[in-house]
T-cell receptor, first 116, second 112 residues
Framework: KAGVTQTPRYLIKTRGQQVTLSCSPISGHRSVSWYQQTPGQGLQFLFEYFSETQRNKGNFPGRFSGRQFSNSRSEMNVSTLELGDSALYLC???????????????FGNGTRLTVT | KNQVEQSPQSLIILEGKNCTLQ??????????LRWYKQDTGRGPVSLTI?????NTKSNGRYTATLDADTKQSSLHITASQLSDSASYIC???????????FGSGTKLNVKP
């Protein structure tokens, strides 16, 4: 079974630009969540999608948005990039039929975004 | 405020030695606690998941303990190997709205 796939693996953007990151979950997983990881802040939750609906949202500005498609693939968009947005962006998928909390998160290897 | 704190921040041990990593949390209402291992440049990989009623769970040389009364967990690594060098992240899940709270991780370096 293929794992969680994130593309691209590396990305360099300029301040003020926008970026779209992609995540393909494990087949059959309907929950996809996104995280920002920086050396200073650790892993921070951005948002979670389940069956194309945003189910949870972290404390990030509106510049960070996402969506999920009918095949469970998800995209994350960051507009008006700032230097502080440089980070490793991880996505994770989770199995289960609904709100089961005990299913493990399966992470992709992330997209390393550098904003210059 | 829901928080997860890990200690130590970093740790250096010799190959073959044991070590214990700590995780304290204030997340409520508690659902479960997970330990993840993250190799450099890779995504985290699940080691263990423990619910309120579980005190100990093992995964090979990794043994996690949970004391729900004191809201503390530990991850014990036995007979460390060079491949154990990684960051170990404690994640606590809250019952409400399926939210996750992350510790900042312990960076373990196993030296030959």
């Amino acid at each position: 079974k293929a794992g969680v796939t994130q593309t691209p693996r590396y990305l360099i953007k300029t301040r003020g630009q926008q970026v779209t990151l992609s995540c393909s979950p494990i087949s059959g997983h309907r929950s996809v969540s996104w995280y920002q990881q920086t050396p200073g802040q650790g892993l921070q939750f951005l948002f979670e999608y389940f069956s194309e609906t945003q189910r949870n949202k972290g404390n990030f500005p509106g510049r960070f948005s996402g969506r999920q498609f009918s095949n469970s693939r998800s995209e994350m968009n960051v507009s008006t990039l700032e230097l502080g947005d440089s980070a490793l962006y991880l996505c994770a998928s989770k199995g289960g039929a609904g709100t089961e909390n005990n299913s493990p998160l399966h992470f992709g290897n992330g997209t390393r975004l550098t904003v210059t | 405020k829901n928080q997860v704190e890990q200690s130590p921040q970093s740790l250096i041990i010799l190959e073959g030695k044991n070590c214990t990593l700590q995780c304290n949390y204030t997340v409520s209402p508690f659902s479960n606690l997970r330990w993840y291992k993250q190799d450099t440049g890779r995504g985290p990989v699940s080691l263990t998941i423990m619910t309120f009623s579980e005190n100990t769970k093992s995964n090979g040389r990794y043994t996690a303990t949970l004391d729900a009364d004191t809201k503390q967990s530990s991850l014990h690594i036995t007979a460390s190997q060079l491949s154990d060098s990684a960051s170990y992240i404690c994640v606590v899940s809250a019952n409400n709205f399926n939210k996750f709270y992350f510790g900042s991780g312990t960076k373990l370096n196993v030296k030959p």
